[in-house]
Every structure is written in structure tokens, then in C-alpha cells.
């Protein structure tokens, strides 16, 4: 069974603070994606990565950075957490052919 | 402008009656495919059905078909005989091939309800 999985389901974190989204998938995709989802604007791409190492911004950067050291697994870091970073984080990861993107669970997280 | 627009915020439908979902996108590339996604409140996506540009026939996937009208960019989820499971968020979305964009882009959703 091919699986996207993310490191928390919840996440409470305070103003400030560095935060570490992790995501893995075992299906030896090449591309993976993280997407911001809020209320009435659907999921929007933050960064997506098409290779070890390689990164190129989405829709709505700011604020965010990513990492992806091995191919199995994409991070997403908010560097100063703000309360406007509040949301449901998405991550999906596909091959590079017009092929449907595979999901994970999602990270609910809440900025104080 | 908006890429994909559903302008369905939430639709009601009784148990087995079908039900559409409306869909319409914009694109200037030949070539793109369009993706339906099921959301249910435990929050995991569940890819349904797909339909590429050059794809002459609507895509069927069980009791989800698409229908598509290239003309109009439209793009419409229907649901036959629905069931009680069907209660989730639903989303569209495109991908653009001649762009090279590799990333989905979505719409706003429709929150469906089906009522026994």
C-alpha cells in the first residue's frame, strides 16, 4: 500500500518559534509538493522539489523554506512561525508523467 | 483571473439521487489534465478521476464520471446513486503540461452533504 506520511497530525507552536514539517513517501517519487490548504481559497502550492536538492517556489513562498537531502523525504520549515501561518499543510508527492499527486494525511498547525 | 473555479460552496443531495459538481478552468496550453479530489473531514485527499485534454471520451471511474466539455473549459464531476460516504469536500484541479508547471492547481471546493 503506497503511502505519503507526515510527521503530526497536530501541531501547537508559538510566535517565533522554527518549525519542521517533515514528510515522507516510499513510493520512489521524483517530484513532491507541500500546499497550504485554508477555508474558501482550496490548496495553494507553497514549494515543490523535482529532484534531491532541487527546489523551485510555488504560489505563496514567503515565509516558508524546504529541504530535501534524500529522495524519500521533503521538510518544510517556517523560520519565525507567525499566527498567519495558522493552516493545514498538505504533502503530496507524484512521477514526473501527468499522473494523479498522492497525498499525506496533512499537519494541522496552530501559531499562538 | 482564477485557474479553476467551482462555484458550488456546498451542494445537499438525498441518498442514491446523483448529483453534479461544476468545475470550470482556464488555460492557454494544448495540453493539461483535470483531476477531481475527494476530501473527507478526516482530512486525507482521495484522487477520484482524471481526464486529459486529448482524451476524447469522458472518464468514467465507478460511479464517478466526468464530464467534460473542452469548448466550454468545463469540467463536471458527477456522482451517481449517492451514498452517505459521499459527505466530504471535493476539489478540482489542473495541471499544465506546456507550461512545465508539475504542481496541481485547485479550486475553493464544494462541501457535498447527502442526506438519507
Known amino acids: 500500500d503506497v503511502k505519503v506520511t507526515q510527521s503530526s497530525r497536530y501541531l501547537v507552536k508559538r510566535t517565533g518559534e522554527k518549525v519542521f514539517l517533515e514528510c515522507v513517501q516510499d513510493?520512489?517519487?521524483?517530484?513532491m509538493f507541500w500546499y497550504r490548504q485554508d477555508p474558501g481559497l482550496g490548496l495553494r502550492l507553497i514549494y515543490f522539489?523535482?529532484?534531491?536538492?532541487?527546489?523551485e517556489k510555488g504560489d505563496i513562498p514567503e515565509g516558508y523554506s524546504v529541504s530535501r537531502e534524500k529522495k524519500e523525504r521533503f521538510s518544510l520549515i517556517l523560520e519565525s512561525a507567525s499566527t498567519n501561518q495558522t493552516s493545514m499543510y498538505l504533502c503530496a508527492s507524484s512521477r514526473p508523467t501527468l499522473d494523479e499527486q498522492f497525498f499525506g494525511p496533512g499537519t494541522r498547525l496552530t501559531v499562538l | 483571473a482564477q485557474k479553476i473555479t467551482q462555484t458550488q460552496p456546498g451542494m445537499f443531495v438525498q441518498e442514491k439521487e446523483a448529483v453534479t459538481l461544476d468545475c470550470t478552468y482556464d488555460t492557454s496550453d494544448q495540453s493539461y489534465g483535470l483531476f477531481w479530489y475527494k476530501q473527507p473531514s478526516s482530512g486525507e485527499m482521495i484522487f477520484l478521476i482524471y481526464?486529459?485534454?486529448?482524451?476524447?471520451q469522458n472518464a468514467t471511474e465507478g460511479r464517478y464520471s466526468l464530464n467534460f466539455q473542452k469548448a466550454r473549459k468545463s469540467a463536471n464531476l458527477v456522482i451517481s446513486a449517492s451514498q452517505l460516504g459521499d459527505s466530504a469536500m471535493y476539489f478540482c484541479a489542473m495541471r499544465e503540461l506546456d507550461t512545465g508547471r508539475r504542481a496541481l492547481t485547485f479550486g475553493s471546493g464544494t462541501r457535498l452533504q447527502v442526506q438519507p
Open positions: 513510493m520512489d517519487h521524483e517530484n
Open positions: 481526464q486529459g485534454s486529448y482524451d476524447e
Open positions: 522539489s523535482y529532484d534531491v536538492k532541487m527546489k
